[in-house]
């Protein structure tokens, strides 16, 4: 029969034979060891007592083999939280660790040539599946997102105004109203689409492909690997197999010294090629205090299609530019850099004759109503489109030219309207001095403030002002002070509260100074 590996085994979710592990027999402490089959082992450790599912583990430094289950091994460079740091068997363990170490890189430097050889026969890329970042660097704890100020009903949907889906914030699901119905938990829900792997023919290497369509704004995937700070950066790209065509490092958004990568554990999001007119885009969402990112369709994409992001918004520049192969109008031919314009091509002819259509119903449309005073008015570009193919190539003629005529007249220019644009303000609301100053996240509002006079630290990130929220139940306000960050919802702007476009307070302190 021929030989079968599971998905789990070739993806290196688990350890397989020949693997250094960590592993703990019975009730005693994690010791190296390495995993073995029984056709490896003697007669007498066979006879050992042991569960179906169990497979032989030769411990280091001990000479011996135990039975243990999957349960009871983890990856050699996960490190346990508890070793062996004093006593008499400190000095056996030093010894079972260093052979264990020995006997790892010798492995690994095996898995690595097999991995290059693999790669050359247009093999897929093998790496260990996360199901989440794995933190390489001290990890935030766990902070649960406010409450939004969505009804139970709306489901945080992206019509709901969700003010925590307006911050990039992933809703917590103890404190979002929605509970089971919110639709803003789909990083820590999981909910990316169907794709998979595949090998493209122009030399790009490996790809991704949606499986499935794929709706705007929809997420697809979540970019997975292990987040490391710079000095680990620096290290790994010191090392020559980071170099190369294969680059996989992200930097997070809002996190200066912190980067992902998913070199040798990650998702399938690794795979996704740049360009330069690309069908997705990265985000940085908050979830659970974390900053994870989230790559989100751009445009519909059709099943069957590539997917793709720009690098240069998460591009980390190394020694050398690197060549960009997306072949795209706009390309610029290295990655980062400034795309080039493309007008869209126009049938010089097309728009001639669209031109002269237009000016033919601009001089004949008031006496086509006169002939014709039954017609519908959406009737009337169609009717008027009947006379215009009864006339003769000479007499289009003398339309076209006047239309050409028009178009070589200098158009006045509008003076663009900024009455809709927002600008910041200059002093700070409650002091009404300058200085530093922090500004308020959401787009429509333009008050700043100092940090000091809302007795807080400066903000880093998304960070909405107190106006946005009810000074009694944390909700989304309705009505707010001009004067002051007082605010209420609808169900708590009660006329003792505020009356007009002030708080009561704030009128009679102005009663008070006058």
Known sequence: SESYFCPDCCAGKRSIIGDVVWARFSHFRWWPAQVFTDDDVDERVKKTAHKPGEFPVYFFGERNFGYVSQRNIFPFDDKPEKQVSSGSRKKTFNAALGEASKTHKAIEKFKTQLREEWDASEGCPAFRVLKENEYLVPKKKREIAAPCNCSPDSGCGPLSRCINRELTIECSPESCPCGEKCQNQRIRKSQFKKVKPFRTPDGRGWGLIADEEVRTRDLVIEYLGQVINGKMLRERLSKSNCFGSNFYFMSI???????????????????????????????????????????????????????????????????????????????????????????????????????AFEMFVKSNVSKFKQDNPDIKRTKVKDGLKEEWEKLTEEQKAVYE????????????????????????????????????????????????????????????GVWSCPRHSCDECGKWSTVICETCVSAWCTAHATPERISGNKCIECQNATADRN
Request: aromatic share 6%.
């Open 253 to 355: 958004k809002g996190e200066p010294d912190l980067f992902i990568d998913p070199t040798k554990k990650g998702h399938l999001g690794r795979f996704i090629n740049h360009s330069c007119e690309p069908n997705c885009e990265c985000e940085t969402w908050e979830v659970d205090g974390q900053r994870r990112v989230g790559i989100f369709a751009k445009r519909k994409i059709n099943a069957g299609e590539e997917l793709t992001y720009d690098y240069a918004a998460s591009y980390l520049e190394k020694t050398e530019k690197q060549k960009c192969l997306c072949g795209t109008p706009s390309c610029s031919g290295f990655i980062g850099g400034a795309k080039k314009k493309v007008q869209p091509e126009v049938n010089p002819n097309l728009k001639n004759q669209i031109n």
């Open 401 to 460: 030219k006047e239309a050409k005529e028009k178009a070589k007249a200098k158009p006045k220019r509008r003076k663009r309207s900024t009455s809709n644009r927002v600008v910041t303000e200059d002093d700070c609301l409650i002091c009404g001095d300058g200085g530093t100053l922090i500004e308020c996240s959401i787009r429509t509002c333009p008050k700043v403030y100092h940090p000091e006079c809302l007795n807080i630290e400066l903000p880093k």
